[in-house]
């Protein structure tokens, strides 16, 4: 019977004839919350958004309060002594007013106790709907099966004046809310809907249509239609200057009941017998265009606005921030603009609508040229235009007179202007050359935009799913123009080559330079340049791209509610960008010292990707970054001295890491030591058999506590008496006696008196245990031999053997001692290793 949107919210509340209120979220169509209100039908439930509240009218003559959060109820009463038809919420007061088939209307204030502040008396039918008028708080209209329409003021009982001219009982009505026109809407059982000038009342035009009884009436809040619902079950759009029918929509849901517009938005909510419907009409996206100077016009209904960003001063902007701007009415538009858009020198404006467009003067707003179009769209070229007459002529013009017009072989469903003609249709989108009107290629997709680069050297082709930045081979095309070879009945097949594809749906674009700025599905403001996406801000709604200011270093979007934001974007970086994707490193180095430093590392890690790693290197500013791109290109000095800056021993690490791969064993060994690499130093210092390295690593190692490494060393060396101390020092004490027993014998007493003093600290018993050979001399046979081997081992055993005295070893006697070696290793069947 009744539904109403939220003005906040993504609701609508349903009020239904089996007796319950529904509220449904109509983006994710999903029933929110249901009141049972009572048995009997339910006319009327309407938000009041402030208070938190669905009221509800039944025909249980009661209305009921609820709150919408709590779900509780927090009032009830009687209001009328029969059915309610209709309730209206005060914007401002405390007040709702109620109208029933009791022939009354009656002010409530729920601030008082939801005392009934003031009936209205005058109808003498049932009162079936009652309006508030939008610019006139205190003024209310009202229609009635008695067959009139009647005005009343607040705190005036009886009515300012009555509207006669329904044949039948009146159903609806409702107010117009632009400012220009003092008019009311009704609609009524004899099938008419009128509209009505209430300032000197009269009926200024009848709508006819509809075959039945009309039920409900609403000029859209913002957009220029008007909307009528009849038991006929249909909804008829008419435009609300022209009065025009333009649309009829018929869902087949029986009788319609109620239509609900809303401000600020275009969905529009339907009630039928069988169900509710949400329709969005006419155009998302604002009617706005931004010239290169700064200059912005809209459009707000049919009035021109225009703002100029060069008037806003110097006062700091954020970024994301809605702007302020000083707006100066333009006048208003003869059709009701549906695109605004200035051509490319920026001093002409087209306005589009209704099937018509305008050409105006972006100064004045002087009109310039007009025809009828189904699309209008710029070419490359100031003085070009074409328009799309229907789905089957495009008609092109230059210096406002028709130049040339064709019949695009598989029609047109649309038109994209830009350096080519894009003509969409059926077999896909075909580029014409605007001089000539050739095929230049025709490209199998279906594009919802086109967007030309300045230089006409690349195009984006954006879907309903991606995007495809494509070049465009403007020498291939002319070539194959004049041999006419490669030329085949889809145009020239060389004109393009694909650069990339990206799956992001764009919503709106542009290009700066090389890099294409776009506005995306998911509210991301990106751009594209050389195949990767760079993300300048997140949206919190959805914006479109006006344009790019290249002095200011900025981005202006707009939002369908027309405020402005921008966003900062440095021209420097794109420049650069844009000259890195030409090749051309001369301009690149010119741009260069105009980028920020803070910047400069963004541009680098660009450079990188592009593959252009030394001059990454000289761009960045971060040294991370820049010791990575060192050790890509293998850069030692400069990575040396960043390892230096920056003292971390991971940096340290890579950095020899490289320079073993280098072969720079010095720098390797510097490297390993900054990195206290004790483990990596011993392997180099093998590896490479360099005696003094090894020498000096055993010193530091020791010096530093890296005692494995330390005693690995020594050993190495053959000094044993030093691995002996170590293993003392570090307490290590029953291995130091092992050692002594193998390899010093002449130790090994004085290193078991030492370990059986330490021993005995703690376990006296084992202590004891242990056995000196210089009281226990039978219990080691052999020990005098053992003494004698030590001794003599000392100077001929532990020799050795620099890998600097390998080239000095004669080839014979290499040999010579290879023979041997397999000799004995034949006999013994082990490797004893003589040399
Ligand atoms: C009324 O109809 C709606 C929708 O069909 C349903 O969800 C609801 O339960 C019904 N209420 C009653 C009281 O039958
Ligand atoms: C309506 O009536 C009130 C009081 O009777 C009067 O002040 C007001 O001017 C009238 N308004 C119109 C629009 O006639
Ligand atoms: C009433 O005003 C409308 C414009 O709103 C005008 O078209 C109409 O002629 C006027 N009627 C009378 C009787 O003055
Ligand atoms: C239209 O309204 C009349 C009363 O004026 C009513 O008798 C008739 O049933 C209504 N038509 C439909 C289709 O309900
Ligand atoms: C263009 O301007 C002229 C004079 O200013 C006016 O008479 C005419 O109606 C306008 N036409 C359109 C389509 O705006
Ligand atoms: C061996 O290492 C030392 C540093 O410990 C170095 O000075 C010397 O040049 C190295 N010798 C060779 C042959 O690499």
Known sequence: ????????????????????????????????????????????????????????????????????????????????????????????????????????????????????????????????????????????ASASLDRTIKVWQLGSSSPNFTLEGHEKGVNCIDYYSGGDKPYLISGADDRLVKIWDYQNKTCVQTLEGHTQNVSCVSFHPELPIILTGSEDGTVRVWHSSTYRLENTLNYGMERVWCVCGQRGANSVALGYD???????????????????????????????????????????????????????????????????????????????????????????????????????????????????????????????????????????????????LGVRSVSGLAFYDWENTELVRRIEIQPKHVFWSESGELVCIATEESFFVLRYLAEKVATAQETKEGVTEDGIEDAFEVLGEIQEVVKTGLWVGDCFIYTSSVNRLNYYVGGEIVTVAHLDRTMYLLGYIPKD??????????????????????EYQTAVMRRDFGMADRVLPTIPKEMRTRVAHFLEKQGFMQQALAVSTDSEHRFELALQLGELKIAYQLAVEAESEQKWKQLAELATTKCQFVLAQECLHHAQDYGGLLLLATASGNTTMVGKL???????????????TYFLQGKLDKCL????????LPEAAFLARTYLPSHVSRVVNLWKESLGKVNQKAADALANPTDYSNLFPGLQEAFLAEEYLKETHVRLRPAAEYPLITVSRYTHILGTLNVTCAQKNICLHPC
């Open 1 to 140: 019977k009744s539904v109403d949107l939220h003005p906040t919210e993504p609701w609508m509340v349903a009020s239904l004839y089996n007796g319950s209120v529904c509220v449904w979220n109509h983006e994710t169509q999903t029933l929110v919350k249901t009141f049972e209100v009572c048995d009997l039908p339910v006319r009327v439930a309407k938000f009041v958004a402030r208070k938190h509240w669905v009221i509800a009218g039944a025909d249980d003559m009661q209305i009921r309060v609820f709150n919408y959060n709590t779900l509780e109820r927090a009032h009830m009463f009687e209001a009328h002594s029969d059915y309610i038809r209709c309730i209206a919420v005060h914007p401002t007061q405390p007040y709702i007013l109620t109208s029933s088939d009791d022939m009354l209307i009656k002010l409530w204030d729920w601030d008082r106790k939801w005392v009934c502040g003031q009936v209205f008396e005058g109808h003498t039918h049932y009162v079936m709907q009652i309006v508030i008028n939008p610019k006139d708080n205190n003024q209310f």
């Open 274 to 420: 069988e169900g509710s419907i949400i329709i969005k009409l006419g155009r998302e996206e604002p009617a706005m265009s931004m010239d290169s100077n700064g200059k912005i016009m809209w459009a707000k209904h049919s009035e021109v606005q225009q703002a100029n960003l060069k008037a806003m001063g110097e006062a700091e902007i954020q970024d994301g921030e809605r702007l302020s701007l000083a707006v100066k009415d333009m006048g208003s538009c003869e059709i009701y603009p549906q695109t605004i858009q200035h051509n490319p020198n920026g001093r002409f404006v087209v306005v589009c609508g209704d099937g018509e467009y305008i050409i105006y003067t972006a100064m004045a707003l002087r009109n310039k040229s007009f025809g009828s179009a189904q699309e209008f769209v710029w070419g490359h070229d100031s003085s070009e235009y074409a328009t799309r007459e229907s789905t089957s002529m495009v008609k092109i013009f230059k210096n406002f007179k028709e130049n040339k017009y064709f019949k695009p072989d598989f029609g047109a469903e649309g038109i994209h202007g830009g350096f080519l």
């Open 553 to 574: 270093d900025r981005l202006y979007l707009g939002d369908k509610e027309l405020n402005i934001v921008t966003y900062s974007l440095l021209v420097s970086v794109l």
């Open 698 to 712: 055993a010193e530091g190692a020791e010096r530093d506590g890296k005692t494995n490494v330390a005693f690995l």
């Open 725 to 732: 101390e170590l293993l003392i020092k570090t307490n290590r």
